[in-house]
């Protein structure tokens, strides 16, 4: 069985899509289409901007999301998910591309998302990091007593856990992870604490436009962030991926679940190979 994931933020490069532009009649459509529906020419930004340009929570999110859901739009017939997964922002790609969404109303969504996130984060600043060399549990055991506003965020892969809080709990979480045993604790550059109780105002503002929005049945299932777990009811999509803006990205075992399932090879769709290079770490034994 073939599974097809979906990166998320951090994956962005200046220069993304135009090559799909330049070469594929039906990118070129998509991408105009965006320009048109986002009200700013996101492809300026995507192909010729600058990397501060493209950090900007409100264009990294919808151009990550245009690379990967055009990008399997130029596969054609070739494209057959059999299971499809996105990591965070990846998770609305991977919707579009089992027709659970619309390429409009994806698109919406995601910019609708980006701009709450990106609201949150000037009202609280915060951030993330990401933690090397330690057992999940073990991360998990040292967050529970600290008394600031600090949480697992992204379950990458074995040994890779990246926490989400305020600035001052994640500076303490760092140095009482490396005293635990962390190899590193790297903070990240990043806009804000994604994935935490931090974006509660963002989870608000996403629900509602989530709940206005018309979700199809899907032709395979998406494996979601909050519990790893294969859905294909669409209120239940929608329910998750209301909860995935304050749960953690359950990505580690996203991939187990897939490879029981039967997934034997995975298929990145979207800018970079991050997510293939994570699944190589949970699952060694998958040729791929």
């Known amino acids: 069985m073939k599974a097809y994931v979906f990166p998320g933020q951090g994956a962005q490069f200046v220069g993304m899509g135009k090559d799909l532009y330049e070469n594929h009649p ?25 990397d501060e340009d493209l950090r900007q929570t409100r264009v990294t999110q919808p151009a990550i999301f245009l690379h990967s859901v055009i990008l399997a739009a130029t596969l054609g017939e070739s494209f057959k998910p059999d299971m499809v997964a996105g990591h965070s922002l990846g998770e609305f790609s991977a919707l579009v591309a089992n027709k659970a969404l619309s390429f409009e109303d994806g698109l919406r969504l995601v910019y609708a998302r980006a701009m709450a996130m990106q ?8 951030t993330m990091a ?12 040292v967050l529970r007593e600290i008394d600031e506003v600090v949480v697992p965020a ?16 994640i500076e303490i979480a760092c140095e009482k992870l490396k005293e635990a045993g962390a190899k590193r604790a790297l903070p990240l550059k990043v806009g804000g604490a994604f994935h935490s109780p931090l974006m509660e105002p963002a989870r608000v503002e996403l629900a509602a436009a989530i709940e206005a929005t018309h979700f199809n049945q899907p032709v395979c299932p998406i494996y979601q962030n909050v519990n790893a777990k294969p859905f294909t009811d669409p209120a239940q999509i929608k329910a998750n991926l209301v909860s995935q803006l304050t749960s953690p990205v359950r990505w580690t075992q996203t991939a187990q679940n897939m490879v029981a399932d039967g997934a034997a090879t995975f298929v990145e769709v979207g800018p970079g190979t991050v997510l293939q290079g994570l699944v190589k770490k949970i699952a060694p034994k998958l040729k791929q």
Do not use: H, W
């Open 26 to 50: 039906i990118a070129k459509e998509m991408f105009e289409k965006a320009n048109e529906i986002l009200g700013f020419r996101i492809t300026d930004l995507m192909f010729a901007g600058t």
């Open 119 to 126: 609201k949150a984060c000037e009202a609280e600043p915060s």
């Open 130 to 141: 990401a933690i090397l060399g330690l057992e999940d549990a073990k991360v998990e055991e």
């Open 154 to 169: 992204n379950y990458n892969s074995p040994g890779q856990l990246v926490i989400s809080g305020s600035f001052k709990g």
